[in-house]
C-alpha cells in the first residue's frame, strides 16, 4: 500500500465530514519516498494539508473551500502529531519550518520555491531518521 493509500484509509477511517471526500489517489508520494521509511504517510499528510490550503488535494477533494482549510488543518496536525509521537522533536522543527516557508513561497507567487522546501524538508526528515536509527 503506498503512503497515499494509507493515508486515505486513516482520514477514512477517522470518519467525519473529511471521510466522505477522500478519493483514491493516482498520484505517487514522491516526497515520502524522500522521507523515508516510517516515515512516508506521515509527510504526506503534512504535505496535503498544504495542498488544500493552496491547491487542490490529491487525496481529500471537498468541494466546499471552507471544508478545504479546515481539512487542510487537520491533515497538518494528523502528521505532526505523529511526528511528535515517534519523538522526532527535530523532524516537527523541520516540518513546521517547511510549512512556513511554502506558505511564504505561495504568497510571494512562487510555487518552485514551495516545491523546492518541500522537497529538501523530506529529505531532511529523512536523513533525521536515518541519523537516529545509527
Same mark, same amino acid.
Given at each position: 500500500?503506498?503512503?497515499? %493509500?494509507?493515508?486515505?484509509?486513516?482520514? =477514512?477511517?477517522?470518519? &467525519?465530514? #473529511?471521510?466522505?471526500?477522500?478519493?483514491?489517489?493516482?498520484?505517487? $508520494?514522491?516526497?515520502?519516498? #524522500?522521507?523515508?521509511?516510517?516515515? %512516508? %504517510?506521515?509527510?504526506? *499528510? +503534512?504535505?496535503?494539508?498544504?495542498?488544500?490550503?493552496?491547491?487542490?488535494?490529491?487525496? /481529500?477533494?471537498?468541494?466546499?473551500?471552507? #471544508? !478545504?482549510?479546515? !481539512? &487542510?488543518? =487537520?491533515?497538518?496536525?494528523?502528521?505532526?502529531?505523529?511526528?511528535?509521537?515517534?519523538?522526532?522533536?527535530?523532524? /516537527?522543527?523541520?516540518?513546521?519550518?517547511? +510549512?512556513?516557508? $511554502? $506558505?511564504?513561497?505561495?504568497?510571494?507567487?512562487?510555487?518552485? *520555491?514551495?516545491?523546492? !522546501?518541500?522537497? !529538501?524538508? *523530506? =529529505?531532511? /526528515?529523512? =536523513?533525521? $531518521?536515518? %541519523?537516529?536509527?545509527?
Amino acid at each position: 500500500m503506498s503512503a497515499l %493509500e494509507a493515508l486515505a484509509a486513516t482520514v =477514512r477511517s477517522d470518519g &467525519g465530514l #473529511l471521510a466522505d471526500t477522500v478519493i483514491d489517489p493516482t498520484q505517487e $508520494a514522491t516526497l515520502g519516498e #524522500l522521507a523515508g521509511a516510517g516515515y %512516508e %504517510e506521515l509527510v504526506e *499528510a +503534512i504535505y496535503e494539508g498544504y495542498l488544500q490550503h493552496y491547491g487542490e488535494g490529491r487525496v /481529500v477533494r471537498p468541494d466546499d473551500p471552507d #471544508l !478545504a482549510l479546515l !481539512a &487542510g488543518d =487537520r491533515l497538518y496536525a494528523l502528521g505532526l502529531a505523529r511526528l511528535a509521537e515517534l519523538g522526532d522533536l527535530e523532524a /516537527v522543527d523541520v516540518l513546521a519550518g517547511v +510549512i512556513s516557508r $511554502a $506558505a511564504q513561497a505561495h504568497a510571494e507567487g512562487d510555487p518552485d *520555491a514551495a516545491r523546492a !522546501a518541500w522537497e !529538501a524538508g *523530506a =529529505r531532511a /526528515v529523512g =536523513r533525521s $531518521a536515518r %541519523e537516529s536509527a545509527s
